[in-house]
């Protein structure tokens, strides 16, 4: 047993001192955060050395083509820009909706609205992925027309502390954080209360076994996506969208909407996700330093999948 379940109140006591020395440095000026940022990269990089096996093991894995040195260099890349985004993202605490509407870009956001107000849509999805900033994102409800409520998928945290901590994040720009196992409940709901979304899915994680579905060709992986996007997506006639990230500068980005269907139950099967999967992958191969490679992607493989509904057949 952890000591945080032992003693759930000093785990309480350390997460308020966590919290508040985040919200002590989002004061400061992002020049100064990205100072820290520039230091902090040493220390997780060549002191901590931070999943750094996990991370040279799957860009070789990626980009075999690519020589050792190249990918070492993207991997320096990746570290920096990580440490970046820690700091970036305690900037929100304290982070002015002028100062986010100068540093973020939302391009065609205007005219995804209306075309989903020509084409009588209720709901309008996009796709994004753990690349740039996506916390940063969460900021787009600020560009909606008010008969638009914005809304993103998450996974709530395990601390309820930290889990309030990036609610609170995420919900400050006007959108509305929903939970991912009530997403299709809150969606049908929001259809039969007549309420128009426009909402984010993250939908670039590592399914649990029981959740694979479907598979298909990603960064040289057999690779499963979540396809609860694209079912629920089918169901309610929602419009699907990609959102192509960008970051011209340090503190900036550049958010452009890509429209992927209409119509998405006139698609085959599966043919949204893998649309998306493709989307995500050409961005990475043009700038594979700003995707999160820390997370353990392929940790789940296709072999074994196999292996296990084999098992499962036979033992049936």
Sequence with gaps: MSKAKRHPYLA?????????????????????????????????????????????????????????SERKQIAKRFYRFFCDYIVETLKLATMSHEEMQRRVEFVGIEEMQEVLKREGKQFGFFYLGHYCNWEWLASFPMWLNPVWQGAQIYHPLYNKQMDDFFINLRQQFGGICIPMKQTLRQILTARKEEKQLIIGFIADQAPKWEAMHHWTSFLNHQTSFFIGTEKIARQVDAALYYIHVTRPRRGYYRAEFELISMHPAELAEFEATDRYAALLEQQIKEHPELWLWTHHRWKRSHEEWLKRASSSETSA
């Design 12 to 68: 309480k006591v350390g997460t308020n001192i966590l919290l508040g020395l985040v919200w002590l440095l989002s004061h400061l000026p992002l020049r100064v955060l990205y100072s820290i940022s520039t230091g902090f990269y040493y220390l997780v990089y060549y002191i901590v050395r931070y999943r750094r096996k996990l991370v040279s093991r799957q860009l070789a894995d990626s980009f075999p083509e690519k020589s050792e």
